[in-house]
């Protein structure tokens, strides 16, 4: 039974709802929530090959936003990149120079796009599947690591536009999608998600940050309720996606800053994928009346890492 009711409500989870909606979610996952691939499983040889022919015109678009080098208030830690050679006075000088640089980031900040791995959430001890925490070492993971998805993610991506169905420019920061919306998104945009889909759920963050300027995101952000989360077990979705964080701040759920995490990554083995943009992508559906499409995500081979940077590109 899902504790949401209609478009924007949300009532809050008292800790013992929410284990019991836990509960009900590992159950429903794929093998029992078993699975080394987690919800990827749902994504076979021949859903790749039904995905493929969404392709129509053969345009391609990027989901992701750039990466951010600059501070901010709600990326505090941003990326790391500078040129480490060629030296600004050798640059122009005669002969072969190759210019090269180094980058690093914080992967699960607030403001880059990233995936989440299996191994990104613990709960109660342990990672998805009941794999124990202690396979999280000094190293890196030992288990459920973006290595998981070293082959990539290819299928179909759906695109849920929740403030285009609500009429407005974007969700404010702490309101809540729910089943009800999304539901009422397929409805509106002449679609059904289905198994093994790339679900992708526009909240309109980064419009809101286009236009207002950035803002605290750990403290204030839209995102999904956990109960929505139902939606996405009975449809057995392989991936879930937003232009937010996911999880709504400030939480819903007492005692658990990160509900929908835990459901969907913990739970459902979903890989999340965290604060992508959308805005390029919107007025192309809009214009051909079409919201889904071949997507294609490829995270970097860190055998060992809870995540990864990530460019997913929507082919249509």
């Known amino acids: ?85 060629p030296p600004e006075e050798e640059a122009d000088a005669c002969g072969l120079h190759f210019a090269t ?30 794999v124990p925490a202690a396979t999280l070492t000094a190293a890196g993971a030992t288990a459920l690591s973006v290595e998981v998805a070293r082959d990539g993610i290819v299928g179909r991506g759906v695109l849920l536009d929740i403030p285009r169905l609500r009429g407005v420019p974007w969700l404010e920061p702490g309101d809540h999608v729910t089943a009800d919306d999304l539901a009422a998104a397929e409805t509106a945009q002449h679609l059904r998600v289905g198994e093994g889909d790339l679900l992708f759920v526009r909240v309109g963050h980064r419009r809101r940050r286009s236009e207002s300027g950035p803002w605290d995101a750990a403290h204030a952000r839209a995102g999904l309720h956990p109960a929505a989360m139902e939606f996405l077990a009975e449809r057995r979705v392989a991936v879930l996606g937003s232009d937010s964080n996911n999880d709504t701040a400030p939480s819903s759920t007492e005692g658990v800053a990160f509900p929908v995490h835990v459901l969907g990554v913990h739970a459902l083995g979903l890989h999340l994928l965290d604060y992508l943009q959308f805005e390029d992508l919107v007025p192309i559906c809009e214009q051909e009346d079409r919201w889904s499409f071949l997507c294609v995500v490829a ?18």
């Not at 914080?106 to 403001?111: E, L, Q």
Request: charged share 25%; net charge neutral; aromatic share 4%.
């Open 299 to 316: 995270p970097l081979r860190l055998p060992a890492a809870t995540g990864s940077p990530v460019n997913p590109i929507a082919i249509l």
């Open 101 to 130: 640089d180094r980058f690093s980031m914080n992967v699960h900040g607030d403001a880059d796009s990233h995936l989440d791995a299996l191994c990104h959430v613990v709960y109660d001890g342990t990672l998805h599947g009941g």
């Open 1 to 85: 039974m899902r504790a949401d009711t209609g478009p924007g409500t949300a009532p809050r989870l008292s800790e013992d709802e929410f284990r019991a909606l836990y509960r009900r979610l590992r159950a429903a996952a794929a093998g029992g929530g078993s699975g080394r691939r987690g919800a990827l499983d749902t994504i076979t040889p021949e859903k790749v090959r039904a995905a493929a022919e969404e392709i129509r015109t053969g345009r391609t678009v990027t989901l992701a936003a750039p990466v951010e080098t600059e501070p901010g208030p709600d990326n505090p830690q941003p990326a790391g990149h500078r040129l480490t050679s």
